[in-house]
């Protein structure tokens, strides 16, 4: 993996930030080439300005940011994989820095999940039960699907499976934003399954139901109590803005909405955001439109969780 995000210096450790770079492509359906995404991503924010009105300062903002090797891809399996996956993943996700992971396709959520099971918030830390309890985590999807299939083309662990084997794994909720395209399997799943939330794009973005929609999501995000980790699979986007993702769709999120996300769920107090990940990146081959998307959407979120940082040390130092 050639160049550190942002084209910043990078530092030795974890860091306060680690980008994590995760080449995993088994199980597309359709459009590939998320393998490349990572690198293109990576590629693309060296462009993405360095400002964000949210930092008193330029990013890194005082901050260590450390952008790591990428998965080395090994597994002679997909379970082998998705297990060298969460071996990649765990030295990360372990309440040592802030995690941002680079896809990748979406089914590399599960792996995620199971690492975040060492972290102190579900393994024993302040707040933690010891046994990696995943059941206080409300997961935040940005997707345009619902990723809620039981199986897909008889395999479980396929992408388009994802938030369902994120369930198994013991997530107690999820959110998901920006949904325009169900099978009746999953539409009947969201009808019965009280974990899953749906605010589907439609009712986001039409006009007879799209601001009173927006103000019900932006209450929900505010109304967050507990540790959550936000899964941005970039097809979320209206597919003018990600045209090479895996499989885009039309009537998506505008940008700014998922900017406007970003902030709202840092800025719960309540919500403790544990890490994030942007997928389904595939570098464009007639212009990089959206791996430059993919790289603003993840410094956004390396702002907003700054912020949150610098807004913790200002009210410690205030009370000291």
Request: aromatic share 6%; charged share 20%.
């Amino acid at each position: 993996m050639e160049g550190n995000f942002l084209g910043l210096a990078d530092v030795d450790g974890p860091g306060d930030v680690a980008i994590l770079p995760v080449p995993y492509e088994l199980t597309t359906s359709y459009g590939e080439g998320t393998v490349d995404g990572p690198q293109a991503c990576i590629a693309a924010s060296s462009q993405v300005e360095l400002y964000d009105p949210l930092l008193p300062e330029d990013l890194p903002a005082g901050f260590r940011l450390h952008t790591a090797p990428a998965w080395d891809g090994e597994g002679d399996s997909l379970a082998e994989q998705l297990a060298n996956v969460q071996a990649y993943l765990s030295y990360y996700l372990d309440g040592s820095c802030f995690p941002v992971v680079l896809g990748g396709e979406h089914g590399l959520l599960p792996a995620e999940m199971r690492a975040l099971r060492a972290h102190p918030e579900f393994a024993g830390g302040e707040g933690g039960d010891g046994e990696g309890n995943l059941s206080r985590l409300t997961l935040v999807q940005i997707d345009a699907h619902a990723d809620l299939r039981d199986e897909m083309n008889g395999e479980r662990a396929s992408h388009a499976c994802a938030a369902r084997r994120a369930l198994d794994e013991g997530v107690g909720g999820i959110i998901q934003i920006g949904v325009r395209a169900v099978s009746r399997e999953e539409a009947l799943f969201l009808a019965e399954d009280g974990r899953v939330e749906c605010f589907p794009a439609r009712d986001l973005l039409s006009a007879c139901s799209g601001e009173q929609g927006w103000s019900l999501l932006m209450a929900r995000i505010a109304d967050i109590d507990g540790p959550a980790w936000l899964t941005l699979d970039i097809d979320g986007l209206d597919g003018g803005l990600v045209p090479n993702t895996g499989t885009p769709v039309p009537g998506g999120l505008h940008y700014w909405q998922a900017v406007e996300l970003i902030e709202a769920l840092f800025a719960n107090p309540d919500c403790r955001v544990l890490g994030a990940d942007v997928v389904e990146i595939v570098p464009g081959k007639e212009g990089p439109l959206t791996e430059f998307t993919a790289a603003m959407l993840a410094t956004k979120v390396i702002a907003a969780h700054l912020a949150t940082l610098l807004e913790q040390r200002d009210k410690q130092e205030v009370e000291t």
